[in-house]
């Protein structure tokens, strides 16, 4: 009830500044984006119920990413190209995860695949602390960000006009 609830709240909002080619993907997100939420707060206050549902957040976040893809390409391309743009976009997919998981652990834990970079690095000794909150799921929303940031700046024919 929370999700379908504040979801409308949101989009509703956003409806007159959401680009019409988008506007599935954007919805998919604000979705992913509440049931993460939702079950943050389980974890919080009624882990045995998050521990029994966190398997299905996965699989509704995965689905939400694969339904906007097969709506803003597959729909309207032919079986090749859709093909081509399905293991494109998977690798993309799957190359973001690792940039993101590279920069969560190393400011998060300080480390990189268990290896201590930033003792190694001497950082400690003068004054860098590591960043607990890069090891929580939000925070992987922010790096992502950062990303779309800057590569929007540095290719600036990315940013489409009203």
Known sequence: M?????????ISLLRNTIAPRIRII???VVIATLVILVDQFLKAFA????KQLSVFVGLIITNCIIMGRFEAFAMGNKT?????DGIGNA????????VVGFFRELLGSGTLWGYPVMEKLGLYSIGYENNGM???PPMALIVV????WVQRYRMRDLIEEN
């Open 2 to 10: 929370f999700v379908m609830g504040v979801g409308n709240v949101v």
């Open 26 to 28: 954007v919805q998919l």
């Open 47 to 50: 882990y045995d119920v998050s």
């Open 80 to 84: 090749w190209p859709s093909f081509l």
């Open 91 to 98: 690798w993309g997919y799957g190359w973001i995860l690792i």
């Open 134 to 136: 890069m090891i929580l």
């Open 145 to 148: 960000g950062v990303i779309i």
